[in-house]
C-alpha cells in the first residue's frame, strides 16, 4: 500500500490560483506515472496531468498552458500548481501512483472556483 494524501483544495475565484500538493508516506520514485485527475459532479474521472519517472510531462487539453504538474522524489511528493483558474475547473482532485501491477490514488481534495 502507498497511502497518498493531497491538500491545497478550496475556494478560490476565477482567475486565481492554487497549488496541491499530493505526499506519500512511501517512495514514489518507482513509479513509473504520478498523476492528478479530477472528477466533478455527473462526469467520469478525467486525467488533468501526469509527470514520469524521468519527468516528462503530460496534460488534458484545457489545462495546457494553464496547470504544472512537478514530482519531488527527495520529498515524495508531487505538485499541481494552477493558475488562471475556471469555474469549470471546478472538481475533486486525486492524486494517483501507478506502475505495472500497482494504482493507488489519493482521497481527493475539492477545488471550488467561483466568484
Known amino acids: 500500500q502507498l497511502p497518498l494524501v493531497e491538500s491545497g483544495g478550496g475556494l478560490v475565484q476565477p482567475g486565481g490560483s492554487l497549488r496541491l500538493s499530493c505526499a506519500a508516506s512511501?517512495?514514489?520514485?518507482?513509479?513509473?506515472?504520478m498523476g492528478w485527475y479530477r472528477q466533478a459532479p455527473g462526469n467520469q474521472r478525467e486525467l488533468v496531468a501526469r509527470i514520469t519517472m524521468s519527468g516528462i510531462t503530460n496534460y488534458l487539453g484545457s489545462v495546457k498552458g494553464r496547470f504544472t504538474i512537478s514530482r519531488d522524489n527527495a520529498k515524495n511528493t508531487v505538485y499541481l500548481q494552477m493558475s488562471s483558474l475556471k469555474p469549470e475547473d471546478t472538481a475533486v482532485y486525486y492524486c494517483?501512483?501507478?506502475?505495472?501491477?500497482?494504482?493507488?490514488w489519493g482521497q481527493g481534495t475539492q477545488v471550488t472556483v467561483s466568484s
Open positions: 512511501g517512495s514514489i520514485s518507482s513509479f513509473n506515472f
Open positions: 494517483n501512483a501507478w506502475e505495472p501491477g500497482m494504482n493507488y
